[in-house]
């Protein structure tokens, strides 16, 4: 059972470049959500999706859009990459909507943009 | 002023003392509360919950006060493995699904 799987790992990207992070989860999650993490910030909720093709913004949406085609997959794509984009990214899931439903993370996907 | 507040240490502590952490939160509406933890470059992963009563599993004791919006977490007898940075994270039930909101977290060292 592989949980949350994130890819890629890590990534370097020049200004303006585009790319997609992918996560896949294999628990029939209803739930998914993107995160990142920067240094005395903790983590900020960037989009959330409560199901298949359903996507909504969280606390820092700008500069970044989702896709939920398939109920497993969540899909973060960064359209024209800025340095203040440079983060750890981390994507989570739960089964459903419930008070003490904690979230299951992926490992994390370190993007750097020169 | 932050939503979840924690003290960011870092706490540095001999094998086998007790610690404990602090966290407060301002959202009144929040629901649901936990602990996770955070190794150096690794995924957060849950702790354990945190309920009204207060709730222990092994050495970690977490309590919750809700009239004073405050969490804690106890842990007796350090380990070395308990080296980690703990994220406290209160959870707002929304049309939207759960909300989880962190705590930027307080780094605990463990040291022989």
């Known amino acids: 059972n592989a949980g949350v799987t994130q890819t890629p790992k890590f990534r370097v990207l020049k200004t303006g470049q585009s790319m997609t992070l992918l996560c896949a989860q294999d628990?029939?999650?209803?739930?998914m959500y993107w995160y990142r993490q920067d240094p005395g910030m903790g983590l900020r909720l960037i989009h959330y999706?409560?199901?298949?093709?359903?996507?909504a913004k969280g606390e820092v949406p700008d500069g970044y859009n989702v896709s939920r085609l398939k109920k497993q997959n969540f899909l973060l794509g960064l359209e024209s990459a800025a340095p203040s984009q440079t983060s750890v990214y981390f994507c989570?899931?739960?089964?459903?909507?419930?008070?003490?439903?904690?979230?299951?993370f992926g490992d994390g996907t370190r993007l750097s943009i020169l | 002023r932050k939503e979840v507040e924690q003290d960011p240490g870092p706490f540095n502590v001999p094998e086998g003392a007790t610690v404990a952490f602090n966290c407060t939160y301002s959202?009144?509406?929040?629901?649901?509360f936990f602990w996770y933890r955070q190794d150096c470059r690794k995924e957060p992963k849950l702790l354990m919950s945190?309920?009204?009563s207060g709730n222990e599993d092994g050495r970690f004791t977490a309590q919750l006060n809700r009239a004073s919006q405050y969490i804690s977490l106890l842990i007796r007898d350090s380990k070395l493995s308990d080296s980690a940075t703990y994220l406290c994270?209160?959870?707002?039930?929304?049309?939207?699904?759960?909300?989880?909101?962190f705590g930027t977290g307080t780094q605990l060292k463990v040291e022989l």
């Open positions: 945190v309920y009204s």
């Open positions: 994270v209160v959870n707002i039930l929304t049309g939207g699904g759960n909300k989880l909101t």
């Open positions: 989570a899931s739960t089964h459903r909507q419930g008070v003490n439903q904690p979230q299951h």
């Open positions: 959202n009144s509406a929040s629901q649901s």
């Open positions: 999706s409560v199901g298949e093709g359903t996507t």
């Open positions: 628990m029939n999650h209803e739930y």
